[in-house]
Each structure stands twice: as structure tokens, then as C-alpha cells.
């Protein structure tokens, strides 16, 4: 059965309408990826979140009773909520059975849905327990109310220290599985030194095409949706370069997307790691976004908290054969530093150049030193 969902994003007051407007259709398209529907979207400029709330209980009682024709089961805030706030929203709904949860906890349920690898799988349970673990302060005080009372120590104490170490203890064993991902994924990362292969690593927000060009460049046959995070795990295929006969590894990594949780990064270091080893990047864009320019902006800070924003790194263009009316000499011009290319991983378009241009850079000494 479909999820129905609310959606509410509380902005501050300058964020312009076209940025508003370009938030809530992600939020959206997220809801989609899950597999719900968004029944009510609305738009809150705040100087200041609500304390107790986040939205604020006029606004929510307003939801509230508009969703008594809607039959929403699911109220999301696009923002990233303290768990108290978390808590008196859920307290609140519960009179609807309405769960409540914030942009992370909709983007670790994508995560969930779509794991496939049991390293995927443990670094997404690794981000859960980092970002729920503050969350038993609700429970904390539910089960302290039943003991008698705040300050009584009684069995709401003594069930939130279980849950505590349970927690603890189990965010300990999946970093030790997780250590021994790691310990493979650098043998082959130095395997492939040994044997002077050099790795092209794509990144970009998600949805760009990275997957669909990984495929039209080396016939890697990954699966490809138009849905956000269709990709989780690293995949590695191979690039025939024509002019020195040689293979050139090209890995697919996870996309980014804005407010992407510090926790969900390190949670998938391993994953990362082929990005921090490439001898360059493959920055994708989908040049078809009206706002990629912001979304360029998203990827470069991400690159910035893995250490990699100096890495060297070519832009690509993506989906131009979408894109209406896409001032190429602009760009070119104002992104000069990074070897710009319009492709289209669909059609074709442009690949053969791009093709050169990954070889004539593997070639330049210079060019893949930090």
C-alpha cells in the first residue's frame, strides 16, 4: 500500500521562490524514490524553527485537521530536527497515527530499500544508529514517566541504559565488519597500483547519468533508474583507450545531494575511498537542470569534507540532448579550469571526445598531481 506523506519545509526568509520551489520537487521526488505520494506540500518562511516543533503548532494543528480528508500516515520536514522536536511532532500526530521524520530519516529509508551488498547494507545500519541513537531521549522520557516520574530511577532509567549499550555494542560490531570491507577494498585499490592501472572515479549529485554513462563508456551493463540514489554500492568497469591500446578503470560511486548527512559519509567510507584514490575525477551534471550550477556547488562541498576538492577533475556535461537553449560557450568559459564536456550518455553524444580527453589527461603527468 502507498504511503500517503505531508510534506513542510521551513526556509528562511531570503531563500529566493525558484530555490523553494526547486527543494520541495526534490523532497517530492525523494517521497517518490521510497515508493510514497506527497498529499499536502507546503512552504513555511521562518526566521526561526520553532523551538518545540520545528513548524511551529499553529501550522501543525493546520495539517492536522486538513488531513483528516487526506489520510496521510507520514509527516515529513525537510530539514534535519533535534530529537525533542522529533518527539513533541510525534506526540502531537500520534492522534492520527502519524509518523514523523526529518530529510535524513526518509533519505537512510531510500538507503534501506535500496542496499543490495551487505557492506551497503551495514553502512546504511551504521548511519541509522548515529542518527537515531540521540532519538531515545523521547523514549527515554516515555519510559521514565512510566517509572513514576522525572528523577524517580526506576525501570524508564534502566531500559534507556539497556538501550543505550545495546546501541553502543552494536555500532561496535558493525564498524569491525566494516573494517574488514575496508581491508579488501584497499587490497584491490593496491592491486590495481601494482599492475599500473589508473581509476577515473565519477561523482556527482544524484540523478546526474553517472551510472548511465559508466554504461555507454565501458558496456558495464549497471542497472540505471530516473530515480534518486539508484546507485549505492561502487561498481568498476573498464575503458578501452584507443591511441596507447591501454584500460583505464572508471568507478561508479554513490550520488550526493544537498544537506547529506556527515554521519551517511563516513558510514560509507569505504565506498568513498575510490573516490579519494582516482587519479582524477569525472565531475557529471545534468545539464538539462535549470539549477545545476547550485548542485555543482553541492558535490564540490562534499568533495571538500572527503579532502578531494583539489583532486584534478573534468566536467561533464551530461544530458545534453535535454537541455534547451544550453549556452555552451558560456560555460566553457566560465568553468575553463575544469576541461568542460557536453555529452549525452543516452545518444552518444559526445563520448569519443570525452573518451580523448580522459586519455590525453592520464598522459599528462601534470595534470593528475594534486
Not at 546504511?124 to 513514576?148: D, F, N, S, V
Not at 545534468?286 to 539549477?291: A, Q, T
Request: with cysteine; net charge neutral; glycine share 6%.
Amino acid at each position: 500500500m502507498t504511503q500517503k506523506a505531508i510534506l513542510v519545509d521551513v526556509i528562511p526568509q531570503d531563500v529566493s521562490k525558484e530555490e523553494s520551489l526547486q527543494r520541495l520537487d526534490e523532497l517530492e521526488s525523494l517521497v517518490k524514490t521510497y515508493g510514497g505520494i506527497a498529499v499536502v506540500k507546503v512552504v513555511q518562511k521562518k526566521t526561526m524553527p520553532d523551538y518545540r516543533t520545528y513548524i511551529g503548532s499553529g501550522k501543525l494543528h493546520e495539517l492536522l485537521e486538513e488531513n483528516k480528508q487526506n489520510k496521510a500516515t507520514l509527516l515529513i520536514i525537510n530539514n534535519l530536527l533535534k530529537p525533542s522536536q522529533v518527539y513533541n511532532l510525534g506526540e502531537i500526530c500520534k492522534t492520527q497515527d502519524i509518523t514523523v521524520w526529518d530529510r535524513i530519516d526518509l533519505i537512510l529509508k531510500i538507503f534501506d530499500k535500496h542496499a543490495k551488498s551487505v557492506e551497503a547494507k551495514l553502512q546504511i545500519e551504521l548511519a541509522a544508529i548515529r542518527h537515531m541513537g540521540p532519538r531515545i531521549y523521547g523514549l527515554g522520557l516515555e519510559l521514565t514517566r512510566q517509572a513514576g516520574g522525572i528523577g524517580t530511577r526506576g525501570i524508564g532509567e534502566t531500559n534507556l541504559q539497556i538501550m543505550k549499550r545495546h546501541l553502543r555494542r552494536r555500532e561496535q560490531k558493525i564498524r569491525e565488519k566494516l573494517e574488514h570491507y575496508d581491508l579488501v577494498q584497499a587490497n584491490h585499490r593496491s592491486q590495481r597500483r601494482k599492475k599500473d592501472l589508473k581509476t577515473v572515479s565519477l561523482v556527482g549529485y544524484t540523478n546526474a547519468g553517472k551510472s548511465t554513462l559508466l554504461n555507454a563508456l565501458t558496456k558495464k551493463g549497471v542497472y540505471v533508474a530516473d530515480k534518486l540514489f539508484a546507485t549505492l554500492e561502487t561498481t568498476v568497469g573498464k575503458l578501452y583507450l584507443p591511441k596507447s591500446e591501454k584500460i583505464v578503470l572508471l568507478s561508479d560511486t554513490i550520488g550526493f545531494i544537498q544537506d547529506l548527512p556527515p554521519d551517511l559519509i563516513k558510514a560509507f567510507k569505504s565506498t568513498l575511498s575510490e573516490i579519494i584514490d582516482a587519479d582524477f575525477l569525472l565531475h557529471v551534471i545534468d545539464s538539462s537542470d535549470p539549477l545545476y550550477e547550485s548542485k555543482i556547488l553541492v558535490v564540490e562541498d562534499i568533495l571538500s569534507e572527503l579532502g578531494v576538492s583539489n583532486k584534478p577533475k573534468i566536467y561533464v556535461f551530461n544530458k545534453a540532448d535535454l537541455a534547451v537553449n544550453l549556452d555552451k560557450a558560456g560555460i566553457t568559459d566560465h568553468f575553463h579550469g575544469f576541461s568542460p564536456m557536453f555529452v549525452s550518455a543516452e545518444t552518444k553524444e559526445g563520448l569519443t571526445d570525452l573518451i580523448d580527453i580522459i586519455e590525453n589527461s592520464l598522459a599528462d603527468p601534470s595534470f593528475c598531481t594534486e
